[in-house]
């Protein structure tokens, strides 16, 4: 099973960017699709963002146009750049495939204020 560390949250103030990244413990090239999540305090984990093998994506109508997916098959890496930060982007954030096969990480969290 492959195992995920979220990396790269931090404190950001509205307008503002941060990347995530997902390191894999194994090689993602055979993993047909993968997702950035996010859970908000209170509220259920959503998925915001996905992206496959072949490198379609799809976002959260809540994030389109601002998050950008990515995945680097030769690094193990799957990345989240994300532009125009609002506090409702203020979230823990997790990486896992699409369906969820792999165990949760700890997680990164991002909060957006000023």
């Known amino acids: 099973q492959v195992q995920l560390v979220e990396s790269g949250g931090g404190l950001v103030q509205p307008g503002g960017s941060l990347r995530l990244s997902c390191a894999a413990s194994?090689?993602?090239?055979?993993?047909?699709?993968m997702g950035w999540y996010r859970q908000a305090p209170g509220k259920e984990r959503v998925l915001v963002a996905a992206?496959?093998?072949?490198?379609?994506?799809n976002y959260a109508e809540s994030v389109k146009g601002r998050f950008t997916i990515s995945r680097d098959n030769a690094k193990n890496t799957m990345y989240l750049q994300m532009n125009s930060l609002k506090p409702e982007d203020t979230a823990v954030y997790y990486c896992?495939?699409?369906?969820?096969?792999?165990?949760w990480g700890q997680g990164t969290q991002v909060t957006v204020s000023s």
């Open positions: 992206i496959t093998s072949g490198g379609s994506t």
């Open positions: 194994r090689s993602i090239a055979t993993i047909n699709a």
């Open positions: 896992n495939t699409l369906p969820i096969l792999a165990s």
